[in-house]
């Protein structure tokens, strides 16, 4: 039985062939996410919130979040967002099955 060679990667720099951004691209791209995340993600903020130390500021911050849940709930953007993480989760299955 031969043993087979053993073949290293070069390394690659995380920052090779990367443009630099200005600041306002830069900033724009962090409000964007912050509010697909507030839109998308309310069920995830919920959770965090929930698993803060206790306290006032952290009582604040569940019931504020669970107000933001029980409106996306109402108008039912929590199902749309339900309905891509299920189907993410799906392809995640198909690719990992």
């Known amino acids: 039985m031969q043993s ?11 920052l090779d062939g990367a443009t ?4 306002m691209q830069v900033s ?3 409000i964007l996410a912050g509010l697909v995340m507030l839109l998308l993600g309310s069920n995830s903020l919920l959770s965090w ?4 130390p206790v306290g006032q500021v952290s009582d604040s ?13 109402q108008i039912g953007l929590t199902w749309f967002a339900e309905t891509i993480r299920a189907v993410l989760r799906s ?7």
Do not use: H, K, M
């Open 4 to 14: 087979r060679a053993i073949r290293y990667r070069p390394t690659v720099e995380a």
């Open 20 to 23: 630099s951004s200005n600041l």
């Open 28 to 30: 724009l791209s962090i």
């Open 49 to 52: 919130c929930n698993n803060l």
């Open 61 to 73: 911050l569940v019931s504020i979040c669970q107000t933001w849940q029980d409106a996306l709930t």
């Open 91 to 97: 392809f995640e299955a198909l690719r990992w099955g």
